[in-house]
T-cell receptor
């Protein structure tokens, strides 16, 4: 399985930027890194995906360095409704298995 | 917007009983997945299914688990003889065509299974 490391939790305030890093030393060469958001008692929901460098969509940005051993999800100007668990999903280069990171609980306060 | 649906939303069963969890993936998707999430833990991959056969499975997906696409719309996960540790939320997901991680997986709302 991919060895991923994410911070367990992060606290923020409304309007701030939140950056969550997922470290993944053994990512499969040709596969993408995907980030999901999960609210309590719901299925994960796609946020953003990338392979290298920077990707931006209407809700987030994703920064991936050239060595691809980590990725950073950036949530600009968070609101209370962004309180959720955020997971990276990728495939290991060792066994080519899909695995989610342990998840980062982001709590946004007013 | 099309979505993945799952039934039942909750199921309680006795240890040793068989359960079947049902999913209706998004209609034009070709890859189907099952994941589980034990309470308070991360989402864990179980199995992926493509072209009427398992394309990938994890160590968790042992002989007590099976998957099937009995018709053109349903995708099921069967647990033959449930154990207490099978208690979890089970998520179904589907993706468009190639099954690689660059494809967005769309998740259903989950089935909460409680084994007593």
């Amino acid at each position: 399985l991919a060895k991923t490391t994410q911070p367990i939790s992060m606290d923020s305030y409304e309007g701030q930027e939140v950056n969550i890093t997922c470290s993944h030393n053994n990512i499969a060469t040709n596969d993408y890194i995907t980030w999901y958001q999960q609210f309590p008692s719901q299925g994960p929901r796609f946020i953003i995906q990338g392979y290298k460098t920077k990707v931006t969509n209407e809700v987030a940005s994703l920064f991936i360095p050239a060595d691809r051993k980590s990725s950073t999800l950036s949530l600009p100007r968070v609101s209370l409704s962004d309180t959720a668990v955020y997971y990276c999903l990728l495939r290991s280069s060792n066994d080519y298995k899909l695995s989610f990171g342990a998840g980062t609980t982001v709590t946004v306060r007013a | 917007e099309p979505e993945v649906t799952q039934t039942p939303s909750h199921q309680v069963t006795q240890m040793g009983q068989e359960v079947i969890l049902r999913c209706v993936p998004i209609s034009n998707h070709l890859y189907f997945y099952w994941y589980r999430q034990i309470l308070g833990q991360k989402v864990e991959f179980l199995v992926s299914f493509y072209n009427n056969e398992i394309s990938e499975k994890s160590e968790i997906f042992d002989d007590q688990f099976s998957v099937e696409r009995p018709d053109g719309s349903n995708f099921t996960l069967k647990i033959r003889s449930t154990k207490l540790e099978d208690s979890a939320m089970y998520f179904c997901a589907s993706s468009g065509g190639q099954g690689r991680t660059q494809e967005t997986q769309y998740f259903g709302p989950g089935t909460r299974l409680l084994v007593l």
